[in-house]
């Protein structure tokens, strides 16, 4: 789904990503790679194998777009204990496949800790937020920019469903006046329902399809 923010064209992909078109910049928020080896150091024991098909679903959309950018608005990993050897060599793999794509990550609230760690990936690192034409992008855990249109992931939107009887949440892309929140796009990850303005405007995401949610759906009556 394509939307005219701040006079350029973004499109909304139903793999819970953004495409700008002009830039030819893919971008996704809140990979969360390797949670489940975190959880593994904590004691639980989550097999190990996610994070392979999230980067073979960021793999189809750089193919796919021909991006020449990946902006990764934070949490690309889950935490410290992330990279275990087996991550990291996926990695390498990974990265080697695409080495003539230029890749970003804004530092989230996951990656305290672990910069050292993230250092010997071929990101350019950003620290607080980059501003890039019209868009500010951060990852959304410290403050809001109103003087540029801003574009963040961090809270993991869901749009919660009722319809008498029926009720469901799905992630979601929240547009209010002056910034856009994406879904997270990593698959071992939770969320949190928005409540959104009278002014705001959802996308939710079904069965690899992207739609407008109308009010009377959004739970707010």
């Known amino acids: 789904m394509k939307l005219r923010l701040a006079n350029e064209d973004i499109e909304l992909l139903p793999q819970k990503a953004f495409y700008w078109h002009s830039q030819r910049l893919l971008g996704l928020s809140d990979v969360h790679l390797g949670k489940?080896?975190?959880?593994?150091?904590?004691?639980?024991?989550?097999?190990?194998?996610?994070?392979?098909?999230?980067?073979?679903?960021?793999?189809?959309?750089?193919?796919?777009?021909?991006?020449?950018?990946?902006?990764?608005?934070?949490?690309?990993?889950?935490?410290?204990?992330?990279?275990?050897?087996?991550?990291?060599?996926?990695?390498?793999?990974?990265?080697?496949?695409?080495?003539?794509?230029?890749?970003?990550?804004?530092?989230?609230?996951?990656?305290?800790?672990?910069?050292?760690?993230?250092?010997?990936?071929?990101?350019?690192?950003?620290?607080?937020?980059?501003?890039?034409?019209?868009?500010?992008?951060?990852?959304?855990?410290?403050?809001?920019?109103?003087?540029?249109?801003?574009?963040?992931?961090?809270?993991?939107?869901?749009?919660?469903?009722?319809?008498?009887p029926l009720r469901l949440k799905l992630p979601c892309f929240l547009l209010e006046k002056n910034c856009l929140t994406i879904p997270a796009f990593g698959s071992l990850t939770g969320g949190y329902a928005v409540r959104p303005g009278k002014a705001d405007r959802v996308f939710a995401i079904a069965n690899g399809e992207i739609f407008e949610i109308r009010p009377r759906l959004s739970g707010r009556r």
């Open 36 to 164: 489940a080896e975190s959880y593994q150091h904590a004691g639980v024991p989550i097999p190990s194998g996610d994070h392979r098909d999230d980067l073979a679903r960021i793999a189809n959309l750089v193919e796919s777009l021909k991006a020449q950018k990946v902006v990764v608005l934070g949490d690309w990993i889950h935490n410290r204990f992330s990279l275990s050897s087996l991550v990291r060599e996926d990695l390498h793999v990974f990265f080697k496949e695409f080495s003539h794509v230029h890749w970003t990550l804004l530092l989230g609230n996951h990656e305290r800790g672990a910069y050292e760690a993230l250092q010997d990936l071929p990101f350019h690192m950003v620290v607080e937020d980059l501003r890039i034409g019209p868009f500010l992008f951060t990852h959304g855990h410290k403050y809001r920019n109103e003087e540029l249109f801003q574009i963040q992931g961090h809270t993991h939107p869901l749009i919660a469903v009722h319809e008498g």
